[in-house]
């Protein structure tokens, strides 16, 4: 059974550029979630689908965005990168919300 | 809303040495507790988990950990650890009702020292 992809793995982008990630959750699972890590603020939640609805959301601005796709596929997009961006974006995907969460590798987002 | 502390940061420890991880949530209802570990560059493995029933669950790499209701605790404890028990581990926490994400703790780098 194959595991959670994430795609790109890594990313180098500019200031002011935007940026697109991409999930394929394991087959089956439909709640896919997406969490922002950083040395100085550990696992931040971003927002969780369910069935191509947001059904959470957590404090970040709004140039953070996501979607879900009929296929559960997940994309984020963080418009107007920043500096402070920088961070490993981590994906999970889990049958159902709440319940285990299985990890992608993610992807590690340089702002330069 | 949940949280969860994870009370040290790094944990240096001799190999073959035992080890324990704190973790504490504060919740109003009902809880499921997890502990995902992570090796360098790589994403969150899941390490075990607490449901229900049995409060002390274990993994299958000798680590275990008991669910303390009273103290609102889920301690991490390992009896003899290995040089390939260097990662970071992190709580989680989530209300068994669903349909909340999983609340991460800030993560514990266990550092072993042959």
């Known amino acids: 059974k194959a595991g959670v992809t994430q795609t790109p793995r890594y990313l180098i982008k500019t200031r002011g550029q935007q940026v697109t990630l991409s999930c394929s959750p394991i087959?089956?699972?439909?709640?896919v979630s997406w969490y922002q890590q950083t040395p100085g603020q550990g696992l931040q939640f971003l927002f969780e689908y369910f069935s191509e609805t947001q059904r959470n959301k957590g404090n970040f601005p709004g140039r953070f965005s996501g979607r879900q796709f009929s296929n559960s596929r997940s994309e984020m997009n963080v418009s107007t990168l920043e500096l402070g961006d920088s961070a490993l974006y981590l994906c999970a995907s889990s049958r159902d919300v709440g319940a285990e969460a299985f990890f992608g590798q993610g992807t590690r987002l340089t702002v330069v | 809303a949940q949280s969860v502390t994870q009370l040290d940061s790094q944990v240096p420890v001799f190999e073959e040495a035992p080890v324990e991880l704190r973790c504490n949530y504060s919740?109003?209802?009902?809880?499921?507790l997890f502990w995902y570990v992570q090796y360098p560059n790589q994403g969150l493995q899941l390490l075990l988990k607490y449901l229900s029933g049995s409060t002390l669950v274990e993994s299958i790499n000798g680590f275990e950990a008991e669910f303390n209701k009273s103290q609102t605790s889920f301690h991490l404890r390992k009896p003899s650890v290995h040089i390939s028990d260097t990662a970071e581990y992190f709580c989680a926490v989530t209300r068994n009702s669903g349909n909340t994400p999983l609340v991460f703790g800030k993560g514990t780098r266990l550092s072993v020292i042959a």
């Open positions: 919740s109003s209802v009902s809880v499921y």
């Open positions: 087959s089956g699972h439909r709640s």
